[in-house]
């Protein structure tokens, strides 16, 4: 079984400081994981995800993702926050199956203070 | 690349009719839609996975008679809303997994549809 667990529900950081919004997931078997970004009234858009090798994951925005299998964790991060960066996060993970269902987690909200 | 539309972005309804939902894979084949439900400031919620050709799989909870799905082409996923009432209204978002490539492993996802029943 796959889970996600989103540290923090809301988040606020000044522009240009460094944005950290943790993940950490739960799964039986070797996981894909995934970040997306949602926009008010917006679908999901993905950000990044981890399939396999590399465990330093860089996405579109300037965000990149580190996978440590030792911590469980897939914390999304950037090093210098804008305020269109201001949206809701989703991290997800799913199993090494095509097709295979994801599972969210509750989200967070990222506010940035100008 | 991987570009999934909806149709319609928002629909308001009378209670008691039925809504459609497209859900279009543009540039990819899908073989698994997937429709989820979004309430205000939440996570999503799956209803239900599609399998192009075959009946859908319904999560525990969602009534697959009031939520009909239709997978019937590997670019096109519906929902219908039968019967709509206004705790039906919602935002409606799906997403397509493709046959091959960068599609294979990731869900794409709509724009999502905004349904309000009066």
């Known amino acids: 079984a796959q889970s996600v667990t989103q540290l923090g529900s809301h988040v606020s950081v000044s522009e240009g400081a460094l944005v950290l919004l943790r993940c950490n997931y739960s799964?039986?078997?070797?996981?894909?994981l995934f970040w997306y970004v949602q926009y008010p009234n917006q679908g999901l858009q993905l950000l990044l995800k981890?399939?396999?090798?590399?465990?330093l994951v860089k996405g579109i925005n300037g965000f990149e993702a580190e996978f440590k299998k030792s911590e469980t964790s897939f914390h999304l991060t950037k090093p210098s926050a804008h305020m269109s960066d201001a949206a809701e996060y989703f991290c997800?993970?799913?199993?090494?199956?095509?097709?295979?269902?994801?599972?969210f987690g509750t989200g967070t909200s990222l506010t940035v203070i100008p | 690349g991987a570009v999934v539309s909806q149709h319609p972005s928002r629909v308001i309804c009378k209670s008691g009719t039925s809504v459609k939902i497209e859900c279009r894979s543009l540039?990819?084949?899908?073989?698994?839609m997937f429709w989820y439900r979004q309430f205000p400031k939440q996570s999503l919620m799956l209803m239900a996975t599609?399998?192009?050709?075959?009946?859908?799989?319904?999560e525990q909870g969602v009534e697959k008679d009031k939520f009909l799905i239709n997978h019937a082409s590997l670019t096109l996923s519906t929902l219908t809303v039968t019967s709509a009432h206004p705790e039906d209204s919602s935002f409606y978002i799906c997403?397509?997994?493709?046959?091959?490539?960068?599609?294979?492993?990731?869900?794409?996802f709509g724009p999502g549809t905004r349904l309000l029943v009066l």
């Open positions: 997403s397509a997994i493709g046959l091959a490539g960068v599609t294979q492993e990731t869900q794409y």
């Open positions: 799964s039986s078997v070797p996981p894909y």
């Open positions: 981890y399939t396999s090798a590399a465990t």
């Open positions: 997800a993970v799913s199993a090494r199956t095509t097709g295979n269902q994801f599972y």
């Open positions: 540039d990819f084949q899908a073989t698994t």
């Open positions: 599609s399998n192009e050709g075959s009946k859908a799989t319904y």
